[in-house]
Nanobody
Framework: QVQPVESGGGLVQPGGSLRLSCVAA??????MAWYRQAPGVQRELVAR???????TYADSVKDRFTISRDNSKNTMYLQMNSLKPEDTAVYYC?????????WGQGTQVTVSS
């Protein structure tokens, strides 16, 4: 099993933007998603994209974040706009493919002035 690999995290000021990327080995998947975990908080779903293209978002990120996927590159993206300090967390890529669940190592996103 090859873990998906995230990139694109970093430090950004409130109101700024970041784009996260997740490269997966699988070209066929059931669900790909972004989760995040802040210190002392349970990991939570941020956004999910299904193989048919349907997307789901947490209420806290609706209208600010956009999940997408480039099938030619086996890559999923999370465009994050209007970032807030409460978006600070480690963001994880999740892949459900062929009955297997794979997690990435995570990428840190810090929103601070």
């Amino acid at each position: 099993q090859v873990q998906p690999v995230e990139s694109g995290g970093g430090l950004v000021q409130p109101g700024g933007s970041l784009r996260l990327s997740c490269v997966a080995a699988e070209s066929i998947f059931t669900v790909m998603a972004w989760y995040r975990q802040a210190p002392g908080v349970q990991r939570e779903l941020v956004a999910r994209i299904q193989s048919d293209g349907r997307t789901t978002y947490a209420d806290s990120v609706k209208d600010r974040f956009t999940i997408s996927r480039d099938n030619s590159k086996n890559t999923m993206y999370l465009q994050m706009n209007s970032l807030k300090p409460e978006d600070t967390a480690v963001y994880y890529c999740y892949v459900l493919a062929l009955g297997r669940i794979l997690w990435g190592q995570g990428t840190q996103v810090t929103v601070s002035s």
